[in-house]
Structures are given as C-alpha cells and as structure tokens.
C-alpha cells in the first residue's frame, strides 16, 4: 500500500489529487491548515486528515510525528500554494509589488515546499519507492515568459513567476541530492480554482492529472525534471 501525503488538499487541486490517487489504491494523508475544512474534505474523499501549515514549523513537524507513528510515507506532494492579487482580482504588476508581498508568497510557495520537504525526508527515505512531486507553474519557466505570444509572456505578476522558478531550482537540487528518489516539479495548467479566484480555463480534474500521473512514478521514472499534460517544459 502506497501512503501519500498532499499538502492543501482540502479544496482545489489538491482535492482532485486526493481524490485520484485515493481511487488508484493510495492511502491519503489530506493536509489542511484549517482544521474544519480538513476535516469535512477528508470524510468526503475517505481520506486521513493531518492539520499541517507548510508556513509553521511546529505544525509541520507535528504532521511528521503523526504520519511517522501511523507507519510512514511514500509519496509527498508538495500542493499548497497562494498567489497574491488585488481587489477586483487582478494580479500585482511590477509597480505594485512589495517586498512584504514577496516575502509573504515566498513563505507558502517556497519556503514551505523546504520546509515540508525537510521534515519529511527521513520518512521518504525509508520508504523503497519515495516520490516527491512539487506543484509548480509554467509561469515558474523563464524560456515561457521570455517568449512573445505564448500565455505566460502576458502575465504582468512577478511574485508568483518568481517563486515558481524558485520551486524549480529546489526541485532539480533535491533531486541530485537524493537520486534514489523521484523529484519532480510539475505545471498543472491555468485551472480553475481559489488561487485565481476561479479564473483558469480547465477544471482541476484536468489540472490535477500530471499531478496524479507523476505521484505514481515507478523507481525507474524521471527525476529532476519539470513536466506538463504533454511532457517536458523548458525551465
């Protein structure tokens, strides 16, 4: 039995991952901040809740404790992010972004993905087939946003770009750091969900399926790549 742990899955596309990986035979650990929402998403799936806030390191090593004690972990799947907008729903351009913005994005976007990581690290190791999946975004690829007239060159933010590349490069270290493990940053698509105020133009079932796809990585997959619905992105 393969055990998964998937951070912000009580909504969204971490739900949808939940949900799949569940149907696929998985035993979920659906981690939530909020305790509540947790706990109805959790009943909802037939998942395992764990309370775990990827910005709070007692919250995280507490999680750890509690996967630890009910047997240990296989997959981690880094989900949990924000990405900052206005009023009205409108993303931060240059002009408007502070460094307390960036920081604050950083803190959930990259720092947790470390943070998560790290705890659980140990668990993984013990584990004979450990994937590790980070949910990224093409805006993390700087060949994309540097290209006119594909979608990603069009985006005016620069917080949310800039902590998914961050997510990439964590990605390809940890990567060559463990090569017994299968660690890779995946681009979901633009999706529909509360990131974006429900403004992306695919459903989570679709967004959440490379996501699926490469928590369930045989030993001799990749690792350290950065992959779509249709294969390799570019970094």
């Known amino acids: 039995m393969t055990t998964t742990l998937i951070t912000g899955a009580n909504k969204g596309l971490g739900f949808e991952t939940a949900r799949r990986l569940i149907a696929a035979g998985h035993t979920v650990y659906a981690g939530s901040r909020d305790a509540e929402r947790g706990r109805r998403a959790a009943a909802q799936l037939g998942a395992r809740l764990v309370v775990i806030d990827v910005t709070d390191d007692a919250s995280v090593a507490a999680a750890a404790k509690t996967i630890e004690a009910d047997g240990g972990l ?5 989900n949990a992010g924000i990405e900052a907008r206005a009023e009205g729903n409108n993303v931060v351009g240059a002009a408007e972004v502070t460094a307390d913005m960036m920081r604050s994005l950083f803190e959930t976007n990259v720092f ?10 140990p668990l993984l190791q013990r584990s004979a ?9 093409g805006l993390g690829s700087l060949s994309l946003m540097t290209t006119p007239g594909t979608p990603a060159y069009a985006y005016p933010g620069v917080a949310y770009p800039a ?4 997510v990439n490069m964590v990605t390809v270290q940890y990567a060559k750091a463990f090569p017994a493990m299968r660690i890779n940053a995946v681009e979901p698509g633009y999706t529909a ?10 459903t989570a079932e679709e967004g959440a399926e490379i996501i699926v796809r490469m928590a369930q990585l045989d030993p001799d997959g990749p690792t350290g790549g950065y992959f779509g619905r249709n294969g390799q992105l570019p970094w």
């Open 163 to 166: 902590s998914k590349s961050a």
């Open 112 to 121: 947790g993905v470390v943070r998560v990581t790290h705890a659980f690290l």
């Open 74 to 78: 296989d997959v981690l799947v880094n």
């Open 193 to 202: 969900t509360d990131l974006n105020g429900h403004t992306g133009t695919q």
């Open 129 to 137: 087939t450990p994937v590790v999946v980070n949910v990224s975004s």
